[in-house]
């Protein structure tokens, strides 16, 4: 494309942007199915929200003697998934849908589970395997969405890069726990 062309594409731009300005972000050159991205992304509110709510409990319910740094691990992982929440809360709306926060049919939009974990050991794995969940899961989308819409593919890589911190964080909280382990709860 020369410089001519672009000019030339500017203008077209320029006119295309005039013509649906109720759409707001969402412009004709979008390519994504938006009815598609909102469900999915309504699916990633739900698992976030999840992985909140089973982290807050955990923070509160940790006891023992590593229970001090895996709290405070738990903690943070809380506040960062609720950011999380929060973002894909935001794109939603801009892409003219509804997030949807409805605890009713939770559990069933969310790809990880809530399983409470009876002690401080299982507490961790619960969340390490939610983490890898959540990894592939948001893998997944990234893919869907590739090139079509890139602000939430640039997005949901953000969040993904967080959630692998997160497995990490897990993974080695489980090994100083349990020395023998390789993060699966299992000896080696």
Same mark, same amino acid.
Request: proline content about 2%; glycine content about 8%; hydrophobic content about 40%.
């Given at each position: 494309?020369?410089?001519?062309?672009?000019?030339?594409?500017?203008?077209?731009?320029?006119?295309?942007?005039?013509?649906?300005?109720?759409?707001?972000?969402?412009?004709?050159?979008?390519?994504?199915?938006?009815?598609?991205?909102?469900?999915?992304?309504?699916?990633?509110?739900?698992?976030?929200?999840?992985c909140?709510?089973?982290?807050?409990?955990?923070?509160?319910?940790?006891?023992?003697?590593?229970?001090?740094?895996?709290?405070?691990?738990?903690?943070?992982?809380?506040?960062?998934?609720?950011?999380?929440? #929060?973002?894909? /809360?935001? !794109? $939603?709306?801009?892409?003219?849908?509804?997030p949807?926060?409805?605890? +009713? =049919?939770?559990? %069933?939009?969310?790809?990880?589970?809530?399983?409470?974990?009876?002690?401080?050991?299982?507490?961790?794995?619960? #969340?390490?395997? /939610?983490? !890898? $969940?959540?990894?592939?899961?948001?893998?997944?989308?990234?893919?869907? +969405? =590739?090139?079509? %819409?890139?602000?939430?593919?640039?997005?949901l890589?953000?969040?993904?890069?967080?959630?692998?911190?997160?497995?990490?964080?897990? /993974?080695?909280?489980?090994?100083?726990?349990?020395?023998?382990?390789?993060?699966?709860?299992?000896?080696?």
């Open positions: 494309m020369s410089k001519g062309d672009f000019v030339n594409n500017l203008q077209e731009i320029r006119k295309r942007a005039r013509e649906h300005m109720q759409e707001g972000a969402v412009t004709t050159g979008y390519r994504a199915n938006r009815e598609v991205v909102i469900k999915i992304l309504n699916e990633a509110l739900a698992t976030e929200l999840v909140v709510l089973r982290y807050k409990r955990h923070f509160f319910m940790a006891q023992g003697i590593d229970a001090a740094n895996a709290s405070q691990e738990f903690s943070q992982h809380a506040a960062e998934e609720q950011g999380h929440a #929060d973002q894909i /809360a935001l !794109r $939603i709306t801009q892409l003219g849908g509804e949807n926060f409805s605890p +009713v =049919g939770m559990l %069933d939009r969310s790809h990880s589970e809530y399983v409470p974990g009876n002690g401080l050991s299982e507490m961790i794995q619960e #969340d390490l395997v /939610a983490e !890898r $969940i959540a990894i592939d899961s948001y893998s997944e989308m990234i893919r869907y +969405v =590739g090139e079509d %819409d890139v602000t939430t593919r640039v997005m890589e953000g969040i993904l890069a967080v959630e692998e911190e997160h497995a990490n964080d897990m /993974a080695n909280l489980l090994k100083k726990m349990n020395p023998g382990t390789k993060g699966n709860g299992t000896a080696h």
